[in-house]
């Protein structure tokens, strides 16, 4: 979304309204920061501002029925071998199934 011109406020709002609504309904719920990926070496500068604006808004989230983990930090891209990369990326944006229990032990 941030990369099709959708502003982090605009990304926010939909992900505090949910949240929100879950709350309302009695769910304890978690909010990740979103992770780098490689989109961000093609967008440059002005993707990395967006995902760090949004990271701040979603960290705000934080409360006794919502928990916030920072994603982001935990699950790099840029810093992953190749092979790490090509083991728990599928293609830059999305995980592998490898990539996706990684993200399961981040977050429980």
Known sequence: DLCC???PERV???LKE???A???DGAITV???VAEHFQQKTHGASLEKKIAEL???IKSLGS???HVIDFGAKFPYFSLSEEDKRDLWDDGLHYTPQGY???GEIVY
Do not use: P, W, Y
Request: proline share 0%.
């Open 5 to 7: 011109m959708t502003t």
């Open 12 to 14: 926010f709002q939909g």
């Open 18 to 20: 949910t949240h929100l």
């Open 22 to 24: 879950a709350v309302e």
């Open 31 to 33: 909010a990740l920061t």
């Open 55 to 57: 990271n701040k808004m």
């Open 64 to 66: 006794s029925k919502t």
């Open 101 to 103: 229990d990684r993200m």
